[in-house]
């Protein structure tokens, strides 16, 4: 079974910074992209950045300059470097992970989400 586990989310001040962190309980060399999406109260949830298996990042417009995504093969870790928060970032922020043709995943996962908050 695998399992995807975010962490680093919290209370923030408009302005300051979080780190998150996705960790996998597989390895994620032979598995195809992963990204971060967030889910606001009463809002769909959104694409924030993915990034894959080779380093390829995309990112939202709203995510643009402001958020970086990374991903680090040999801790089974994906991260998202949030800085300039702003109060409408405030949701909760899941991972995602997908598979990859001879990948060692079979399906798309999901982690079960880290809550950001950002206000004064």
């Known amino acids: 079974q695998v399992r995807l586990v975010e962490s680093g989310g919290g209370w923030v001040r408009p302005g300051e910074s979080l780190r998150l962190s996705c960790r996998a309980s597989?390895?994620?060399?032979?598995?195809?992209?992963m990204g971060w999406y967030r889910q606001a109260p009463g809002k769909e949830r959104e694409l924030v950045a993915t990034i894959t298996s080779s380093g390829d990042a995309k990112y939202s417009d709203f995510a643009k300059g402001r958020f970086t995504i990374a991903r680090d093969n040999a801790k089974s870790t994906v991260s998202l470097q949030m800085d300039s928060l702003k109060p409408e970032d405030t949701a909760v922020y899941y991972c995602?992970?997908?598979?990859?043709?001879?990948?060692?995943?079979?399906?798309?996962?999901w982690g079960q989400g880290t809550q950001v908050t950002v206000s004064s």
């Open positions: 995602k992970g997908e598979p990859k043709y001879g990948g060692v995943w079979s399906r798309t996962y």
């Open positions: 597989t390895t994620i060399d032979s598995v195809g992209a």
